[in-house]
């Protein structure tokens, strides 16, 4: 850097300090050569003054006698002079008794030395004296006068030359003057700075403190050493205020990119990630894949137990998933129950199947929480790169819309995005607007499935159970519609259209005769927490007539402990209708024994998961039989649905549970057939009951 100055200060020093002196010195020469030049004319003229004086006395001789000889030697006397280039001895009116006149030295700069000198000096003496004889009357007579003229060039030449040496010798001195004031000043200013210049260099600019500046030698307790010193404490002050500001940075590094609860990165690090996956990626010509993971029913949790061990347990989960994924691959929290992984350097899409497999597994591993044993699960969206998407943005929505599609088809699964994933998501969108109109489009209808007393082996009732026809795409059923209708709203107006025609079916079946049925209505989470469900009960029932304790409202057990405290609030206010309520699907949502207390229910439904193995697994015939139990000891009548075999129904009676439903005896059917099957099955059903209650093995009909 010192090397590139190209206005260096020892230069400008070096400029100012000769310039200054050597003007100083020559002013002082001009000065000087002015006062000799006074001096040099003064001298000029007391030469001239002794010249007279010394020729006044033989000249007042030679004027008084007229002696021509003398006035000629006096003339002569003067012209020994060089400088004199005129004498005369004169007396008045006569011409001259002696002159002489001689050229001037010819020198150069006359009209210089004439401007300080005069072209020439010139004196007039007067020669007087008493006469002799006259001198008593004491009068001093003018004999005649003495001339003299001076040409000055003779001085003017010794002054010339006496210049050029004031000159030079002034010169001379202001030169050494300001050489020695430039060291000394480049001793005491542009060296230390210099010094100081090259220690700043070495200051690293993110830790000013580490290398301190040192004051220059000789001036620690100067200017300069204060001045050293002040940027020291300067420096120091920069790099406090910069590890304040790095630790801040950090922190806010932390808090944009990273979750606080896990810490694992999120969704902007992620972006981050993947972006930088696609770059390497495409540099190694090879794949990545992304994994868009949430878990199923996470929600339940948090209400069951507590945020507390909600957090909990994704603090656990996202070690679980350092533990058991590997280290290259980037795991993150992208949302509340949402985490997400980034897989490198993949040969083939297996590869991607088998992280997918291991997250599921970390996931199902129960945990332990407040001493209760939770199994969780969970759904996965992949998407490749580069096949599925370009940027990091649509890789990721991408597989968050195949996670979507994989959990509404059950979820606890993973799924690759294809490329008719897209096509797909859009008939979906397409389905959705149908589904708003479905329902005044005539396209739904209902199908009712038998509800079996298992003691007596009467036809208690039976489900209602919605069907969509599609005017394309023909039948639709629940499973893939309910959802979207759930999620779009629609099931709100579908949830009425099913009710009020379940309504009607019950008057009918009441006008044709069948006093004692119960008909069950699915009735939807959304619909419960949305709609003003009550009063549109109430309106049902008064506009159609039906004694409302025949009319059974199936709410699913995840319903009602979305928000446990409202829940209660509707479903007592529905029971004030005379309605009666079940719990649906139970034993899927981790409801326990004190809500299920505080609940108004009335019955509760064994889930069908549990009922199709219990015979095969003997934890679910044991969780079969404690729902039976804990029913009954809240005075709830239990029902088991999806019973297909002889032997399901029979390890229900024994389990003293009350009511069955599901393909032994029937799958859902139309109404009319509804019918036909409670007037000429109802004898075969009994029997069919009956005779499994004492163990022997008739088949019933499955009807359709
Ligand atoms: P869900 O309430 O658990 O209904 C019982 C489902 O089990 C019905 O399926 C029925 O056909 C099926 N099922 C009955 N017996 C058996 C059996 O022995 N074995 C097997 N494997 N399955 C049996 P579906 O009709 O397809 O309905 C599916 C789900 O759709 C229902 O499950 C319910 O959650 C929902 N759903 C149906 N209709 C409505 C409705 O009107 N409103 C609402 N909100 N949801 C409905
Ligand atoms: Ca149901
Ligand atoms: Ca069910």
Same mark, same amino acid.
């Given at each position: 850097?010192?090397?590139?100055?190209?206005?260096?200060?020892?230069?400008?020093?070096?400029?100012?300090?000769?310039?200054?002196?050597?003007?100083?010195?020559?002013?002082?020469?001009?000065?000087?050569?002015?006062?000799?030049?006074?001096?040099?004319?003064?001298?000029?003229?007391?030469?001239?003054?002794?010249?007279?004086?010394?020729?006044?006395?033989?000249?007042?001789?030679?004027?008084?006698?007229?002696?021509?000889?003398?006035?000629?030697?006096?003339?002569?006397?003067?012209?020994?002079?060089?400088?004199?280039?005129?004498?005369?001895?004169?007396?008045?009116?006569?011409?001259?008794?002696?002159?002489?006149?001689?050229?001037?030295?010819?020198?150069?700069?006359?009209?210089?030395?004439?401007?300080?000198?005069?072209?020439?000096?010139?004196?007039?003496?007067? !020669?007087?004296?008493?006469?002799?004889?006259? *001198?008593?009357?004491? =009068? %001093?007579? @003018?004999?005649?006068?003495? +001339?003299? #003229?001076?040409?000055?060039?003779?001085?003017?030449?010794?002054?010339?030359?006496?210049?050029?040496?004031?000159?030079?010798?002034?010169?001379?001195?202001?030169?050494?003057?300001?050489?020695?004031?430039?060291?000394?000043?480049?001793?005491?200013?542009?060296?230390?700075?210099?010094?100081?210049?090259?220690?700043?260099?070495?200051?690293?600019?993110?830790?000013?403190?580490?290398?301190?500046?040192?004051?220059?030698?000789?001036?620690?307790?100067?200017?300069?050493?204060?001045?050293?010193?002040?940027?020291?404490?300067?420096?120091?002050?920069?790099?406090?205020?910069?590890?304040?500001?790095?630790?801040?940075?950090?922190?806010?590094?932390? !808090?944009?990119?990273?979750?606080?609860?896990? *810490?694992?990165?999120? =969704? %902007?690090? @992620?972006?981050?990630?993947? +972006?930088? #996956?696609?770059?390497?990626?495409?540099?190694?010509?090879?794949?990545?894949?992304?994994?868009?993971?949430?878990?199923?029913?996470?929600?339940?949790?948090?209400?069951?137990?507590?945020?507390?061990?909600?957090?909990?347990?994704?603090?656990?989960?996202?070690?679980?998933?350092?533990?058991?994924?590997?280290?290259?691959?980037?795991?993150?929290?992208?949302?509340?129950?949402?985490?997400?992984?980034?897989?490198?350097?993949?040969?083939?899409?297996?590869?991607?199947?088998?992280?997918?497999?291991?997250?599921?597994?970390?996931?199902?591993?129960?945990?332990?929480?407040?001493?209760?044993?939770?199994?969780?699960?969970?759904?996965?969206?992949?998407?490749?790169?580069?096949?599925?998407?370009?940027?990091?943005?649509?890789?990721?929505?991408?597989?968050?819309?195949?996670?979507?599609?994989?959990?509404?088809?059950?979820?606890?699964?993973?799924?690759?995005?294809?490329?008719?994933?897209?096509?797909?998501?859009?008939?979906?969108?397409?389905?959705?607007?149908?589904?708003?109109?479905?329902?005044?489009?005539?396209?739904?209808?209902?199908?009712?499935?038998?509800?079996?007393?298992?003691?007596?082996?009467?036809?208690?009732?039976?489900?209602?159970?919605?069907?969509?026809?599609?005017?394309?795409?023909?039948?639709?059923?629940?499973?893939?519609?309910?959802?979207?209708?759930?999620?779009?709203?629609?099931?709100?107006?579908?949830?009425?259209?099913?009710?009020?025609?379940?309504?009607?079916?019950?008057?009918?079946?009441?006008?044709?005769?069948?006093?004692?049925?119960?008909?069950?209505?699915?009735?939807?989470?959304?619909?419960?927490?949305?709609?003003?469900?009550?009063?549109?009960?109430?309106?049902?029932?008064?506009?159609?007539?039906?004694?409302?304790?025949?009319?059974?409202?199936?709410?699913?057990?995840?319903?009602?402990?979305?928000?446990?405290?409202?829940?209660?609030?509707?479903?007592?206010?529905?029971?004030?209708?005379?309605?009666?309520?079940?719990?649906?699907?139970?034993?899927?949502?981790?409801?326990?024994?004190?809500?299920?207390?505080?609940?108004?229910?009335?019955?509760?439904?064994?889930?069908?998961?549990?009922?199709?193995?219990?015979?095969?697994?003997?934890?679910?015939?044991?969780?079969?039989?404690?729902?039976?139990?804990?029913?009954?000891?809240?005075?709830?009548?239990?029902?088991?649905?999806?019973?297909?075999?002889?032997?399901?129904?029979?390890?229900?009676?024994?389990?003293?549970?009350?009511?069955?439903?599901?393909?032994?005896?029937?799958?859902?059917?139309?109404?009319?057939?509804?019918?036909?099957?409670?007037?000429?099955?109802?004898?075969?059903?009994?029997?069919?009951?009956?005779?499994?209650?004492?163990?022997?093995?008739?088949?019933?009909?499955?009807?359709?």
């Amino acid at each position: 850097m010192q090397g590139k100055l190209n206005s260096r200060l020892s230069n400008k020093l070096f400029f100012a300090v000769m310039g200054t002196a050597l003007l100083m010195g020559l002013l002082l020469s001009i000065v000087q050569i002015m006062l000799d030049a006074r001096q040099a004319r003064k001298s000029l003229e007391t030469e001239a003054q002794q010249i007279l004086a010394m020729m006044k006395e033989p000249a007042t001789q030679a004027a008084y006698n007229k002696d021509e000889i003398l006035a000629e030697q006096v003339v002569q006397g003067l012209f020994r002079n060089n400088a004199v280039f005129y004498a005369a001895v004169s007396i008045p009116e006569k011409p001259p008794l002696a002159s002489e006149f001689r050229n001037k030295n010819i020198i150069p700069y006359r009209s210089l030395i004439s401007s300080i000198f005069g072209q020439e000096l010139s004196y007039t003496l007067e !020669l007087r004296g008493i006469a002799p004889g006259a *001198e008593n009357q004491g =009068r %001093n007579e @003018l004999f005649g006068n003495l +001339e003299v #003229s001076l040409d000055p060039s003779g001085a003017a030449h010794e002054f010339i030359e006496r210049s050029k040496t004031i000159i030079l010798s002034g010169l001379t001195q202001a030169i050494v003057f300001g050489s020695v004031l430039y060291l000394i000043f480049q001793g005491l200013i542009a060296r230390p700075m210099t010094s100081l210049l090259s220690s700043l260099e070495e200051i690293d600019p993110m830790r000013p403190a580490q290398n301190q500046l040192d004051a220059p030698r000789g001036h620690e307790d100067d200017e300069l050493g204060a001045w050293v010193q002040k940027i020291n404490d300067l420096f120091k002050a920069i790099e406090k205020y910069n590890s304040k500001r790095r630790v801040a940075e950090a922190h806010v590094e932390r !808090l944009s990119n990273y979750d606080m609860l896990t *810490e694992l990165p999120n =969704r %902007n690090m @992620l972006l981050r990630r993947i +972006e930088q #996956s696609i770059q390497d990626a495409n540099h190694q010509d090879d794949m990545f894949a992304v994994l868009y993971c949430a878990l199923d029913d996470f929600k339940s949790v948090n209400l069951l137990h507590s945020y507390h061990a909600g957090d909990k347990l994704l603090l656990t989960l996202a070690d679980r998933f350092r533990a058991d994924l590997d280290p290259t691959h980037t795991i993150a929290r992208v949302g509340g129950d949402v985490f997400a992984m980034v897989i490198p350097n993949l040969d083939n899409h297996y590869q991607a199947a088998d992280v997918a497999q291991k997250v599921l597994d970390s996931v199902r591993r129960p945990f332990r929480l407040d001493n209760h044993n939770i199994s969780l699960s969970a759904t996965i969206g992949i998407t490749i790169y580069p096949h599925d998407a370009a940027t990091a943005d649509q890789l990721l929505k991408n597989a968050e819309n195949v996670m979507q599609l994989a959990k509404s088809q059950g979820g606890n699964n993973y799924q690759f995005y294809v490329a008719n994933v897209d096509q797909r998501i859009r008939e979906t969108k397409v389905l959705e607007r149908q589904l708003a109109t479905a329902a005044e489009d005539n396209e739904l209808q209902l199908v009712f499935q038998p509800q079996v007393n298992l003691v007596t082996g009467d036809v208690r009732g039976a489900e209602a159970l919605v069907r969509w026809h599609h005017p394309e795409r023909g039948m639709i059923s629940p499973i893939e519609f309910i959802p979207l209708a759930e999620r779009t709203g629609a099931i709100v107006a579908i949830g009425e259209w099913v009710l009020k025609q379940s309504c009607h079916a019950l008057r009918r079946w009441l006008e044709a005769g069948f006093h004692n049925l119960t008909i069950s209505v699915n009735v939807s989470a959304i619909q419960l927490h949305q709609s003003d469900l009550v009063n549109t009960v109430k309106r049902l029932v008064r506009e159609t007539g039906i004694p409302p304790q025949h009319l059974m409202l199936e709410i699913t057990e995840t319903a009602v402990m979305e928000n446990v405290d409202l829940a209660i609030r509707l479903l007592k206010q529905m029971k004030e209708i005379g309605v009666q309520l079940a719990i649906d699907d139970f034993g899927t949502g981790y409801s326990s024994l004190s809500y299920l207390k505080k609940m108004p229910m009335d019955e509760v439904k064994i889930d069908r998961a549990f009922v199709q193995d219990m015979l095969e697994d003997p934890d679910n015939g044991t969780i079969v039989d404690a729902i039976i139990q804990l029913g009954h000891s809240l005075g709830l009548s239990v029902i088991a649905e999806g019973t297909e075999t002889l032997d399901q129904i029979k390890y229900l009676q024994e389990c003293e549970c009350d009511v069955a439903q599901g393909y032994y005896y029937s799958q859902p059917i139309r109404e009319d057939s509804f019918l036909t099957f409670l007037s000429h099955q109802r004898s075969q059903v009994k029997s069919a009951t009956q005779r499994a209650a004492k163990s022997t093995s008739p088949v019933l009909n499955k009807s359709s």
